[in-house]
């Protein structure tokens, strides 16, 4: 007879593309979180948690990896309807917004928050489940709206700790892009199918500025661009002169607003659509002044393009500016954390009406590294106060103090483990970074006492103190039973006083 093959174990490792969050990386995140609900609050947006999970018909077209457009979701096949997990949170609120429009206030100001999956081959930095935070004004045709998004998104910024000088917020517009593809014959107004592929080649080509500069960006306009390892990369296939048109407008960026928006004129005399987006860009640089926020903060940046093809106007983006080094040691800026921009399209999809509206999203992954580098992340609160088992039979004892303490609002666990060994207990709790230790043996219960040991003051006595410092500050205090709540809140007030 055969012998059975044994069952082979799964291996404890995520999906590639995947990763675990702990308490401390989970706890940075959320008080990060709450400070930006706290900003979007402020400006009178209102809170939406809408389904992980939508139809691939609601998702539509605007998939997130332009070159494979009918991938890039996790997508299964339910009941005849296909099903993804949502890949933004831009799609979702347009679904909502056409299901529930009569019975919502209009404009609708709503932000999110919560994890996105796309299904994209992962690489360093590039996950496949990542959190998002947006905000988005629907049904407001306004500029006001796209300036008061990029005010909040300054505020934002400055409100999780980024200072000033250390971000610029980068706006433009796709319409005065249009208009000068008009202006180099590779858009026509008449039939926006005309020339779809140069136009997405010449976007991608933009986007990519900071990473490839003007040369590279003219290789990509043209023939197209072989990088340091031989990759070949098609380019649009523009001809010079259309190349050059293309490169102006990288260029135009001026001194001044005033400056830029008149080098923009020159470059899209003759079409309306650009026109029309000057116009725009030039309201919302009036707004944002107006509001106080100078070149300093938010400035006009014809750069900036955004990859989606769902963007109908003005776009921005959130740019950190402060240095970090890359894998091989190398000085160069942190980049975009926030973009967004126009969809005055996207509801249209529903409802057969087109319905502005105007959002930024918020890479809280990028921005919490960013804060980490910067050295703005605060130092994450302390462990809750373990209450030590010497007897296991009075379990019951034990548990009743940790209920007092959490009465009183203090965080606070019984250990659950093999009490045999007292000091794997205090391991436990140093491992928890707990600040304090209560501990009642037979004598202590028989006395009517509890000791209160200082874990922190413990530790700092541990490392540099004499002799008379041990016995000046003893890190384990006995105190009668019934004023273990009081004086635990006496000593983690005199641990907050050192800190």
Known sequence: MAKQKKEAKPKALPPKGFCDYFGTDVSERTKMLRQIAYVYHLYGFEQLESSAVETVEALGKFLPDVDRPNEGVFAWLEDEDWLALRYDLTAP????????????????????????WRNEKPGPGRFRQFYQCDADTVGSASMAADAEICAMLADTLEGVGIARGDYIIRVN???VLNGVMEVAGVLDPTDLEKFTEARGIVLRAIDKLDRF??????????????????????GAGLTASQA????????ALGATAAETLSNLRVLIKGSAV?????????????LVIAQGYGSDRIVLDPSVVRGLGYYTGPVYEAELTFEIKDEKGRPRQFGSVAGGGRYDDLVKR??????????????VDRLLAALRMKGRIEPVALGPVVVTVMDRDRMSDYQAMASELRTAG????????????????????????SPIAIIEGGDEKMAGIVQIKDLILGAQLAKDATLEEWKAR????????????????????AQGATE
């Open 350 to 363: 529903f409802t057969g009406q087109e319905v502005p509206a105007t959002g930024v999203s918020i890479g």
């Open 410 to 433: 203090i965080r606070a666990e019984v250990y659950l483990g093999n009490p045999k060994n007292f000091g794997n207990q205090l391991k436990y709790a140093d491992n928890r970074k």
């Open 213 to 234: 500069g003007l040369e590279g960006v003219s290789q990509l306009l043209g023939a197209g661009r072989k990088d340091d390892s031989g990759d070949f990369t098609k």
């Open 244 to 251: 050059e048109a293309i490169m102006g407008f990288m260029e």
């Open 474 to 493: 003893p890190s384990q205090i006995k105190v009668p039973r019934q004023e273990l709540v009081e004086q635990v809140l006496n000593m983690l007030a």
């Open 173 to 175: 517009n796709r319409k």
């Open 274 to 286: 650009g026109e029309a987006g000057v116009d725009e860009l030039e309201q919302i640089s009036d």
């Open 93 to 116: 609120l347009a679904r909502v917004y056409a299901q529930h429009r009569n019975d919502l206030p209009s404009p609708y100001r709503r932000f999110a928050m919560g994890p996105v």
